[in-house]
């Protein structure tokens, strides 16, 4: 399937979802995260979901980040150009709900994006090769992009991977993880 179709499948997938099994899913998908070899870095980048597109709640996550006293950023969208910047998060950061549905920080200490050790990337669909489908503005492949080339990229996905997506760009920056509910997939083997 190409982009356009996997999102229009998944966006249909999402909206049956009950509120109920979101939260039980995205459980499942922190519960399955702590298995991996994450947990000794130190700066981990997480999206607040678009609770009105049924994302994975990642609530739980950030329990388990602010747990093991780790430094959490999270994004802050620019849609006059698509792009992100990044924020500490801390117990004094004022998040806003923007026109598009998203939690963000109003303002505070900015983080390069060379320093992120960890993202946990927002998707609709991934393939089993690590390449995945967002809503198509390029917010994160742009971001990914400057990224250290060893930071690890970890999809989280309410569902299980297609077999392939067609039409890669060489833009699209592919995944080292994806974590579902019931399977974790590597692609860094």
């Known amino acids: 399937m190409n ?3 996997l999102r229009t499948k998944y966006k249909m997938l999402r ?5 109920e099994d979101v939260e039980r899913l995205s459980m499942d998908i922190a519960n399955q995260l702590l298995q991996l070899p994450i947990w000794e ?3 981990y980048h997480i999206f607040l979901p678009i609770q009105k597109h049924k994302e994975v709640d990642t609530e739980f996550i950030l329990h388990i980040l602010q747990g ?3 430094n959490v950023i999270v994004p802050k969208s620019n ?5 992100l910047t990044h924020i500490l998060l801390t117990d004094t950061t004022l998040l806003k709900v923007n026109s598009w549905g998203i939690s963000e920080p109003v303002d505070g200490i900015p983080i ?3 320093t992120i050790e960890v993202v946990f990337v927002p998707l609709l669909a991934f393939d089993q090769h690590g390449n995945r489908v967002g809503y198509g503005k390029g917010f994160y492949d742009g971001f990914l992009a400057k990224c250290n080339p060893k930071t690890l990229k970890i999809g989280l996905s309410f569902f299980p991977s297609e077999k392939k997506i067609n039409h890669i760009l060489s833009t699209d920056v592919a995944l080292d993880y994806c974590v579902t509910p019931l399977e974790t997939y590597n692609f860094k083997k």
């Not at 909206?15 to 509120?19: A, D, G, L, V, W």
């Not at 849609?79 to 792009?83: C, E, L, P, R, V």
């Open 79 to 83: 849609f006059k150009d698509n792009s």
């Open 41 to 43: 870095k130190s700066y």
């Open 68 to 70: 093991k006293d780790k």
């Open 112 to 114: 390069p994006e060379d």
């Open 3 to 5: 982009k356009q179709e």
């Open 15 to 19: 909206s049956q979802i009950s509120e």
